[in-house]
């Protein structure tokens, strides 16, 4: 049989472990509130970001060639097949 002394200090013992389990669990769930509300500001800075670089980026100059076919616009595969046509050339007659 345990002596009085002994039972108290088991007693504290799981209390304290109990304590500490607790504010582990009180520190875990913090940190999880933490990061989900860094993801969450990283998020509104990536949005204010683009945001920046939108406005700072310079207007798009109308094209002097408003019908081409291509334009800097187009996508890669259309400019690379307008280089690819054979190039017709026009003779001057004098």
Do not use: C
């Not at 860094?38 to 990536?46: G, H, I, N, V």
């Amino acid at each position: 049989m345990l002596s009085g002394v002994e039972r108290v200090g088991w007693k504290s013992r799981v209390t304290e472990n109990s304590n500490i389990e607790a504010e582990l669990a009180r520190v875990r769930a913090r940190l999880d509130d933490l990061d989900a509300q860094r993801q969450k500001l990283q998020r509104e800075m990536a949005s204010l970001e683009d945001r920046l670089i939108a406005e700072q980026a310079p207007a798009v100059k109308q094209s002097a060639f408003e019908n081409a076919p291509v334009t800097n616009a187009s996508p890669s595969h259309e400019k690379v097949d307008l280089f690819r046509r054979p190039v017709q050339t026009h003779r001057l007659s004098l």
